[in-house]
């Protein structure tokens, strides 16, 4: 059975840093999953913030988030980063990380894409 963990949330104050990391288990072959983050602000939808491909680790962001936050991959450690930075009241949310199915090249923007999920971390940022 696959299962995800996200840890490092927590509150922080406006212009501050955060990163999270994501824990993936019963999967073999870490290295050949994509890998997304997605957030849940209280009464709105989940909302897709970056993913990383499994072939090339290139990345692709939300545009609310480029340029502050970095996804990163170790396929030793099965794991997934998100480095948040400059972070902002409006990005107050739930994290998930999630696992797309192997080899799965498109459609990663999109969490139906995905069919694995953690049971998220808050992250709270006060202005």
């Known amino acids: 059975q696959v299962q995800l963990v996200e840890s490092g949330g927590g509150l922080v104050q406006a212009g501050g840093s955060l990163r999270l990391s994501c824990v993936v288990s019963?999967?073999?072959?870490?290295?050949?999953?994509?890998m997304g983050w997605f957030r849940q602000a209280p009464g709105k939808e989940r909302e897709f913030i970056s993913f990383?491909?499994?072939?090339?680790?290139?990345?692709y962001y939300a545009d609310p988030v480029k340029g502050r936050f970095t996804i990163s991959r170790d396929n030793a450690k099965l794991s997934v980063y998100l480095q948040m930075n400059s972070l902002k009241p409006e990005d107050t949310a739930v994290y998930y990380c999630?696992?797309?199915?192997?080899?799965?090249?498109?459609?990663?923007?999109?969490?139906?894409?995905?069919?694995?999920w953690g049971q998220g971390t808050q992250v709270t940022v006060s202005s």
């Open positions: 999630a696992a797309a199915p192997r080899f799965t090249a498109v459609g990663l923007a999109t969490s139906s894409t995905y069919d694995s």
């Open positions: 019963g999967r073999t072959s870490f290295s050949t999953y994509p």
């Open positions: 990383i491909r499994w072939y090339d680790n290139s990345t």
